[in-house]
Nanobody
Framework: QLQLVESGGGLVQPGGSLRLSCAASGFTLDYYAIGWFRQAPGKEREGVSCISSAGETTNYADSVKGRFTISRDNPKNTVYLQMNSLKPEDTAVYYC????????????????WGRGTQVTVSS
């Protein structure tokens, strides 16, 4: 079972940017599709973006297309989510986890959620 740690969240004004990091320790991420997910208060958790194991294929939710960019640095065992033009509706706890695949951007069976990192977009 992968153990991933999210970081980089914070409070940002609308229109601002943040970069989230998802770090793995004790194993290599090279073989796994990884996704970023988020859960806003009172809402179900949703897939935001997923990336293939080698990073050549990505997928985004319609709500973040053109604003968010997922990437990975396998030698550093880290996956990133660059978030630009942030909106108040992006406010949520963001999680990274193994995904079933890139186009099926959902939590892989047997995987679990970490603590996440809070992103708050507010003026």
């Amino acid at each position: 079972q992968l153990q991933l740690v999210e970081s980089g969240g914070g409070l940002v004004q609308p229109g601002g940017s943040l970069r989230l990091s998802c770090a793995a320790s004790g194993f290599t991420l090279d073989y796994y599709a990884i996704g970023w997910f988020r859960q806003a208060p009172g809402k179900e958790r949703e897939g935001v973006s997923c990336i293939s194991s080698a990073g050549e294929t990505t997928n985004y939710a319609d709500s973040v297309k053109g604003r968010f960019t997922i990437s990975r640095d396998n030698p550093k065992n880290t996956v990133y989510l660059q978030m630009n033009s942030l909106k108040p509706e992006d406010t949520a706890v963001y999680y990274c986890a193994e995904s079933i695949g890139v186009n099926l951007c959902v939590l892989a069976p047997g995987s679990s959620w970490g603590r996440g990192t809070q992103v708050t977009v507010s003026s």
